[in-house]
T-cell receptor, first 113, second 114 residues
């Protein structure tokens, strides 16, 4: 059974710091992995999608890596800003049909001005 | 990316009543997905809605409680019926972008049942 964990559960940093969020999964047989951002009481915003055959994806200040064999993904945020404050979720898609995600519990990030 | 409009964004409802949530997508999609996110919890898939057929419900969710309509390839509704305070959650709809299988979500409906 696929399980997804995220470390740390919460993180508070001063503005401008570079930071790393971690996601671990127990079953390496994944279709893809997606990182989302969720603001309080709102929906999910897709940040980065990594296919199972890829090692990393980049979008602006965000970089996500995937090491399928070790069951790990990291989300790197460069030069953090107060607007980055949100909960970050990683979700593992198990197969190429439907939305059979397993979501991690999230990392709650606060970037202090 | 897919643009998803979800309405209402939030509502406060009396117990025993029903609320219908609408989800409109800017392009045609085969499947639309409905999720629930209870306070402090991660997302749980309620059902998958295909156009022209009955929705497929996940374990623990039933059609009488969460009836779903899918009248065309860009629109779906989820009704939360006979509500109780335990139904207070964020409800989200989602679609996949074809090809890369990237998921996109609506803005969510924050439901409070009093």
């Amino acid at each position: 059974k696929q399980e997804v964990t995220q470390i740390p559960a919460a993180l508070s940093v001063p503005e401008g710091e570079n930071l790393v969020l971690n996601c671990s999964f127990t079953d390496s047989a994944i279709y893809n992995l997606q990182w989302f951002r969720q603001d309080p009481g709102k929906g999910l915003t897709s940040l980065l999608l990594i296919q199972s055959s890829q090692r990393e994806q980049t979008s602006g200040r965000l970089n996500a890596s995937l090491d399928k064999s070790s069951g790990r993904s990291t989300l790197y945020i460069a030069a953090s800003q107060p607007g980055d404050s949100a909960t970050y979720l990683c979700a593992v898609r198990r197969e190429n049909y439907g939305q059979n995600f397993v979501f991690g519990p999230g990392t709650r990030l606060s970037v202090l001005p | 990316s897919a643009v998803i409009s979800q309405k209402p964004s939030r509502d406060i409802c009396q117990r025993g009543t029903s609320l219908t949530i609408q989800c409109q997508v800017d392009s045609q999609v085969t499947m639309m997905f409905w999720y629930r996110q209870q306070p402090g919890q991660s997302l749980t898939l309620i059902a998958t809605a295909n156009q022209g057929s009955e929705a497929t419900y996940e374990s623990g969710f039933v059609i009488d409680k969460f009836p779903i309509s899918r009248p065309n390839l860009t629109f779906s509704t989820l009704t939360v019926s006979n509500m109780s305070p335990e139904d207070s959650s964020i409800y989200l709809c989602s679609v996949d972008r074809q090809g890369a299988r990237e998921a996109f979500f609506g803005q969510g409906t924050r439901l409070t049942v009093v």
